[in-house]
């Protein structure tokens, strides 16, 4: 039987990353290919939570909260730099839910994450005088706070990319699964760049990590007629100026049941979302309707003392969800996922619905306990206790910014944590022998510089100022468009030495 690769994972979001960083770890030959940027698609478009989802206990789903909350003390640990922990502040209204309600939902959370956890327990606040009801409206007297974990989820795609390919795998951005078929036990898959170029590419096992194509992707590239729907939600997020002056997050309780958060975000921004509504169009099309918009800041002026106004709005997001198809309402619909192994065409084809950012380690972890039992091998799984992601090999993040001053004293105080909050130790690699700033090479605006762009393009997989902008940092929301075209020349004509994969070197080798 003659083949190319082990396995070839179609997709390039959390899901296809993940699944392609563990089977590399145990030695198995991988290539994944994304039709467009990694993270292109809803992993980047998430709430960007780690947790284990607290209005899921209303929906009776204790055992998807269990495994989740399990999870965020391993992604917490995985990726110390791109993942942190968050406070939430839950004002009470006692309209909606009484509060005895609550405060036993909060027990029940804290219990079912004992045992893996290292973050604060929950506990009733007074919003008189607790610094997170200043901005809110008066109505609220009482609240209570609680802990989960926050990812930037477009980084945690491109370091599980990156490390798979530090560990053999072939990552390739821009590069379509158009059709597959087994000959003779194996898969051939036809692969067509986006320059053009086609290539039959022979797979042991294919991996379908197609998010919200994960459904479409069988009947148009593998031609099976019957294959299992999947409920596609789409939910969108606004941004904007920041709505607070302290680090706790909120979750709102709406008057329709639903719940809103709002999030500090990048700084000098909130984060509100999301909304949910049914989707029946293409996901690459998904975008946010003014009623959205709307919903959103309606929920935030419910809540805060200032009034928020559409035109405040600084930038939007959407993303679908690829849920597992139930009946009900939208945001009831179960967030868990489901493994398919299918051998029907002569070789194994393993499809992934459904799934939250959270989960997708654990996802990729059984996904390729199957495939390694469909291939007749027994490989151990690694990576809830293995390394940590690329940049994540530090304890102490006010350490490791005190030794790059001392080490680069010129690095400013800013750049030194955005650098820490996107590269961890990885950092070290950019700064290399830099002796001051201008050594950064060309400035584009908002304190990037030429050497983060080349960085991107050669070890991270960038190619436009898209890809830049919005998905390796969010740069974009401090970029006018002058700035922006500016970067985009750049990337057009000047960038030197563009690999298709990560160089290889870690941060001690050249720190
Ligand atoms: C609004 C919203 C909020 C969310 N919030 C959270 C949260 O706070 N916490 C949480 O844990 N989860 C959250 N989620 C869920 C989470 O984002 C998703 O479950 C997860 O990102 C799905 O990842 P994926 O890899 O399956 O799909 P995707 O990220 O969509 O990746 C699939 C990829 O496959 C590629 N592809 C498709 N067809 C082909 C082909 N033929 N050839 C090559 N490539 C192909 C696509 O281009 C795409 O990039 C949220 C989701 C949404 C929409």
Same mark, same amino acid.
């Given at each position: 039987m003659h083949y190319d690769t082990d396995i070839l994972v179609v997709g390039g979001g959390v899901n296809g990353a993940g699944i392609a960083r563990d089977a590399a770890g145990r030695g198995f030959s991988v290539t994944l290919c994304e039709r467009d +940027?990694l993270?292109? =698609?809803?992993?980047?478009?998430?709430?960007?939570?780690? =947790?284990?989802?607290?209005?899921?206990?209303?929906?009776?789903?204790?055992?998807?909260?269990?495994?989740?909350?399990?999870?965020?003390?391993?992604?917490?640990?995985?990726?110390?730099?791109?993942?942190?922990? &968050?406070?939430?502040?839950? *004002?009470?209204?006692?309209?909606?839910?009484?509060?005895? &309600?609550?405060?036993?939902?909060? /027990?029940?959370?804290?219990?079912?994450?004992?045992?893996?956890?290292?973050?604060?327990?929950?506990?009733?606040?007074?919003? @008189?005088?607790?610094?997170?009801?200043?901005?809110?409206?008066?109505?609220?007297?009482?609240?209570?706070?609680?802990?989960?974990?926050?990812?930037?989820?477009?980084?945690?795609v491109?370091?599980n990319a990156m490390d798979a390919a530090q560990r053999g795998a072939d990552i390739r951005v821009r590069t379509r699964c158009q059709a597959a078929h087994v000959e003779s036990g194996v898969w051939h898959a036809q692969l067509r760049g986006a320059d053009g170029r086609r290539e039959t590419l022979r797979a042991r096992v294919l991996v379908n990590a197609c998010g919200?194509w994960a459904g479409s992707f069988l009947g148009s590239a593998l031609g099976r007629?019957?294959h299992p729907?999947?409920?596609?939600?789409?939910?969108?997020?606004?941004?904007?100026?920041?709505?607070?002056?302290?680090?706790?997050?909120?979750?709102?309780?709406?008057? +329709?049941?639903?719940?809103?958060?709002?999030?500090?975000?990048?700084?000098?921004?909130?984060?509100?979302?999301?909304?949910?509504?049914?989707?029946?169009?293409?996901?690459?099309?998904?975008?946010?309707?003014?009623?959205?918009?709307?919903? /959103?800041?309606?929920? &935030?002026?419910?809540?805060?003392?200032? *009034?928020?106004?559409?035109?405040?709005?600084?930038?939007?997001?959407?993303?679908? #969800?690829?849920?597992?198809?139930?009946?009900?309402?939208?945001?009831?619909?179960?967030?868990?996922y489901q493994l398919g192994l299918d051998s029907a065409q002569g070789a194994p084809l393993l499809n992934v619905f459904?799934g939250?950012?959270?989960?997708y380690?654990?996802l990729g972890e059984q996904a390729v306990d199957q495939v390694a039992s469909a291939l007749g091998t027994d490989r151990?799984a690694w990576t809830? =206790?293995?390394?940590?992601?690329?940049?994540?090999?530090?304890?102490?993040?006010?350490?490791?910014?005190?030794?790059?001053?001392?080490?680069?004293?010129?690095?400013?105080?800013?750049?030194?944590?955005?650098?820490?909050?996107?590269?961890?130790?990885?950092?070290?690699?950019?700064?290399?022998?830099?002796?001051?700033?201008?050594?950064?090479?060309?400035?584009?605006?908002?304190?990037?510089?030429?050497?983060?762009? +080349?960085?991107?393009?050669? =070890?991270?997989w960038? #190619?436009?100022?898209?890809?830049?902008?919005?998905?390796?940092?969010?740069? @974009?929301?401090? &970029?006018?468009?002058?700035?922006?075209?500016?970067?985009?020349?750049?990337?057009?004509?000047?960038?030197?030495?563009?690999?298709d994969g990560p160089?290889?070197?870690?941060?001690?080798?050249?720190?």
């Open positions: +940027d993270a292109s =698609h809803t992993s980047s478009a998430s709430t960007k939570l780690i =947790h284990g989802g607290l209005r899921y206990l209303e929906h009776y789903e204790f055992r998807l909260v269990a495994k989740a909350l399990a999870e965020r003390e391993v992604i917490l640990r995985l990726a110390p730099h791109i993942a942190w922990p &968050m406070l939430f502040v839950l *004002p009470h209204e006692s309209s909606l839910r009484p509060a005895w &309600m609550i405060r036993l939902g909060l /027990l029940l959370y804290d219990s079912l994450g004992a045992g893996h956890r290292t973050l604060a327990d929950s506990h009733a606040v007074d919003l @008189g005088s607790h610094v997170s009801g200043v901005a809110l409206n008066d109505g609220y007297s009482r609240g209570f706070v609680y802990s989960d974990g926050w990812v930037q989820d477009s980084r945690l491109v370091l919200p007629r019957k729907k999947l409920r596609l939600v789409k939910g969108s997020h606004i941004v904007l100026p920041r709505l607070f002056d302290h680090d706790y997050a909120y979750i709102f309780q709406q008057p +329709d049941r639903r719940i809103v958060f709002a999030i500090p975000y990048e700084t000098d921004y909130t984060l509100v979302g999301t909304t949910d509504v049914d989707y029946h169009a293409d996901p690459a099309d998904v975008h946010i309707e003014a009623d959205e918009i709307r919903y /959103l800041c309606d929920a &935030m002026t419910r809540h805060f003392r200032d *009034p928020v106004r559409v035109e405040d709005v600084v930038w939007s997001y959407s993303g679908v #969800r690829p849920l597992l198809d139930e009946v009900g309402n939208a945001s009831s619909v179960s967030r868990d459904g939250k950012i959270t989960t380690r654990r151990p809830a =206790h293995g390394d940590p992601l690329p940049g994540g090999d530090f304890a102490d993040a006010e350490r490791l910014i005190a030794a790059w001053s001392q080490r680069w004293p010129w690095l400013p105080v800013a750049l030194a944590h955005r650098w820490l909050r996107h590269y961890g130790t990885r950092a070290a690699i950019l700064l290399g022998d830099a002796v001051s700033v201008h050594d950064l090479g060309q400035h584009f605006g908002a304190q990037l510089y030429q050497r983060e762009v +080349d960085y991107l393009v050669c =070890h991270e960038a #190619r436009t100022s898209e890809d830049i902008l919005w998905r390796r940092t969010k740069l @974009g929301l401090r &970029m006018n468009e002058e700035e922006r075209r500016r970067l985009q020349g750049y990337l057009e004509t000047a960038v030197p030495g563009r690999t160089l290889h070197e870690t941060a001690s080798e050249t720190a």
